[in-house]
Structure formats: C-alpha cells, structure tokens
C-alpha cells in the first residue's frame, strides 16, 4: 500500500537551533516529491518540487532533499515565523492525486 | 485577491440538510481538486477534474458529489449531511502539462453538522 509517513508529529526549536523533518515514503514509482507549509487557518502553501534522487532545492532556510525512500527538509537557523505545520505529499507514476502525509508540526520559540 | 477562493469560509448545519461548497479560481488551470482535513488523518482525496468534461473519484467519494460549471468553478455537494462530515475542506488546482506540476490551495470551508 502506497504511504507517506512524517517524523517527528511535533518538533519545539528554539531560535537558531537548526534541525530536520523526514518524510519517508512507499509509493509504486515516484512521480514527485512535494513539501507544503500549512499556517492556522489557511491552506496548504506550496514550498518545494523534488522530482529525483539526489535532487536538492532551497528557499531562505528552508533546503529540501530527496532519496529514494525519504526526503529531509532541513531548517537552518530557525526564526520564529517558521512556526508551522510542514507536509510532505508524492504523485505515484500511475496516480493522478497525492498522498499526504500527517505533518509535523514546528514551533519555534525567541 | 487570492488566486483560490473558497466560500463560506465556515458553515455549521444540521445532519440531513444539504449543502454546496464553492470554489472559483483566477490561476488559468485546468485541474481542480477536492480534498477534505481531519486532525490525525492528513488531507484526502474526494474529487477531482482535470477539465469540464472530466470528473474523477478520489480516494473518500462517498456521500459527495461535484459539479464543474467551467474551468474556473468546481463545486461539492453533500446531498445528506452526516456528523462525520465535520471536517475542514480545501479546494485545489494545478496546471495540467509537463512534469507533474504542484497543486495550490484555497484557505478552506471549515464545515461543522450538527
């Protein structure tokens, strides 16, 4: 059965102290990796595409990186406004939706 | 204005009353989705469309329906609200060439029956 499962549930930081949030995945061919980051209230924002192992992408202090079974997204020197839920969905090569994982959710302190 | 918009943003209803969520977006994109969020269960699949003649079941269908009035309309409809539909519901849409392209989100129908 295809599955996306996201470590750890809930994740406290202080500000500056980096860290990661794994994804790990089981799917029939990966078609895309993709990292969303969801504020209270609001819906899913789209972050990152990872089509292939190997492959990196980075945005501020956000880097996301992908292997055949997981995928890290790597948080460096975190602020505040970081505090967020962060999703991690695939696309199998024979599906036509994704498949969410649960989330983690970050916060992080001053 | 937001690319994706969803109304009413909230509704509380009774169970067996039926009920139309509305999404309309400004992106230009051919595939629309339906999914709905529950605490500890992640966001699923209910419909999706990939053009205004093409509708699909998703991965929780039942006691749905979906209506595609034009590339930029697709609606849900619960026939028969039930209290296990209580859940918050997100509209989605992406582009439909190339490489399999990111899905965009409207901010949500929190729907509460009674």
């Known amino acids: 059965e295809d599955q996306v499962t996201q470590s750890p549930e809930a994740l406290r930081l202080q500000e500056g102290e980096s860290s990661s949030l794994n994804c790990s995945y089981t799917?029939?061919?990966?078609?895309?990796l993709f990292w969303y980051r969801q504020d209270p209230g609001k819906g899913p924002e789209f972050l990152f595409t990872?089509?292939?192992a190997g492959e990196e992408k980075e945005k501020e202090r956000l880097k996301a990186t992908l292997t055949k079974k997981e995928s890290f997204l790597h948080i460096t020197a975190p602020k505040p406004e970081d505090s967020a839920t962060y999703l991690c969905a695939v696309m199998r090569l024979a599906g036509t939706a994704l498949i969410f994982g649960k989330g983690t959710t970050l916060s992080v302190s001053s | 204005d937001a690319d994706v918009t969803q109304t009413p943003r909230n509704r509380i209803t009774k169970t067996g009353k039926r009920i139309m969520l509305e999404c309309s977006q400004t992106k230009g994109h051919d595939r629309m989705y339906w999914y709905r969020q529950d605490p500890g269960l992640g966001l699923r699949l209910i419909y999706y469309s990939f053009d205004v003649k093409d509708i699909n079941k998703g991965e929780i269908s039942d006691g749905y329906s979906v209506s595609r009035q034009a590339q930029a309309k697709f609606s849900l409809s619960l026939e028969s609200a039930i209290p296990n539909q209580t859940a918050l519901y997100f509209c989605?849409?992406?582009?439909?060439?190339?490489?399999?392209?990111?899905?965009?989100f409207g901010d949500g129908t929190r729907l509460s029956i009674l």
């Open positions: 799917v029939s061919g990966l078609r895309g």
């Open positions: 989605a849409t992406s582009e439909g060439q190339g490489l399999f392209k990111p899905q965009h």
């Open positions: 990872l089509y292939s």
